[in-house]
């Protein structure tokens, strides 16, 4: 079992770093820092997703940012000049934030896994038995939030918010979700490839998903396999709420 000690918030473990070097004025209100990192999906200022631009002339507004060859441009709303009191600052730095491979059954309890460079949670090759995810957070991962490739997840009383998909279920037997919430995905909240067997949604609230793509399906069941939604709020997307098969 892993879990937090005592009472309080959920501890969050982030897999991404915090800038520490210096700024530098570039021009403006924009500003530059040599950070390490040869994949940078993401960038933070203060808990804040910034968006990416296309190069460095596109950098236009406050938390546009643009990374090449170990350099990190950035706009700052108050610009980096001396004396400006600056922002907390992070950036992608490791694949993940949790990883489980090869081992038996766990459970992983009132934790949170943010900020990963890919995935924030990701059940790898090899796993077997059932693997149990109790009032936990995934957040803000550039692709899935929470990626079993293999295994039998099961979660209960959690939360997949602000990824770009909430739950893949790419192998393994299948997943149960239960009282849970998955809100704020940029594309599909749930989508479903590769399983064995049924998954299960039961008494737990998806919605405010496809944020950046309406056309997604709030839900995308790719397998022949049964998905059983019991008691569930599934608010639909503009477009497609539930997609079953090819």
């Known amino acids: 079992v892993f879990s937090a000690y005592g009472t309080g918030a959920r501890p969050l473990i982030s897999a991404a770093n915090l800038v520490t070097t210096s700024w530098s004025v570039s021009s403006g209100n924009i500003c530059h820092s040599s950070v390490s990192g040869s994949d940078m999906t993401e960038v933070w200022i203060n808990q804040v997703l910034g968006h990416k631009a296309t190069s460095t002339s596109a950098i236009a507004a406050p938390g546009d940012w643009y990374y090449a060859n170990g350099v990190l441009y950035l706009y700052l ?25 090869k081992i038996g059954s766990i459970t992983v309890e009132h934790l949170g896994f943010v900020d990963g460079m890919y995935v924030s949670i990701l059940l790898g090759s090899g796993l077997t038995g059932t693997q149990t995810f109790n009032d936990v957070l995934w957040r803000g991962a550039a692709y899935e939030g929470f990626l079993a490739e293999s295994g039998s997840p099961i979660i209960i009383n959690s939360e997949g918010i602000n990824n770009t998909n909430g739950l893949t279920a790419a192998g393994g037997t299948g997943f149960t979700l239960t009282n849970s919430i998955l809100s704020g995905n940029s594309q599909d ?17 998806i919605s405010g998903n496809s944020t950046t793509d309406p056309t997604m399906s709030t839900i995308n069941n790719w397998t022949t396999n049964s998905l059983n939604v019991h008691n569930s709020v599934i608010l639909p997307n503009p477009f497609i709420p539930l997609s079953y098969g090819y």
């Open 77 to 101: 709303a108050a610009g980096c000049a001396k004396g400006v009191s600056l922002p907390t600052i992070e950036i992608t730095a490791r694949p993940e934030a949790l990883l489980l491979t």
């Open 189 to 205: 909240a749930i989508e479903i490839y590769g399983t064995t067997g049924p998954s299960s949604i039961q008494s737990s609230t």
